[in-house]
């Protein structure tokens, strides 16, 4: 079945820790996104791929980043991790001819102490 | 002031009545307008998809587009708990890659 996975789905860390949000999609699409959710607050594109070796940054600036060293695998790093990064992460893939058509994992919660 | 203005509710309703939930917007350049569906814990899954102005129904679900008032709905008929959920209005320019744009989120509640 097609669909898009991340891992972890909760994550508690310590300030100062490199993490890796993960996230593959099985529906071959070009396009991937990473967005951020707060409690509250709209969605907020961090980054984007229009394919392998293409990476954007988004409209809400972010002190991650991202790789797509493959089609289907786009995962999100942060360095050293702090409580300001506390956050739902969702990961989302789009159709080459229907961007506005997003697929989202269920989403990584961060917790940073 | 925000591109979508969206009222987080909560809105709780009894099983079995209709449900308009609504999202008003500023750009008038927005020509492709969505109704994700987020339940607690989740990603939003994609519910409805209408390109500029005029109705689409997919069962239970209605999606209205009103771009001279700048106003987008969703009608759900016959509300069931399975309905409880956040449910997000976005919408964009055009097609080809051009930011999606999200509201707040509606959350709604149907009570058995």
Redesign the interface.
Known sequence: EAD?Y?TPRYLVIGTGKKITLECSQTMGHD?MYWYQQDP????H?IH?S?GVNSTEK??LSSESTVSRIRTEHFPLTLESARPSHTSQY???SSEE???????????T?LSVL | QKEVEQDPGPLSVPEGAIVSLNCTYSNSAFQYFMWYRQYSRKGPELLMYTYSSGNKEDGRFTAQVDKSSKYISLFIRDSQPSDSATYLCAMTVTGGYQKVTFGIGTKLQVIP
């Open positions: 898009i991340q396009k509250g607050m709209e969605l594109l984007y229009y988004g409209d969702l990961c989302a001819a229907v961007d506005e058509k997003l697929f989202f994992g269920s989403g919660q």
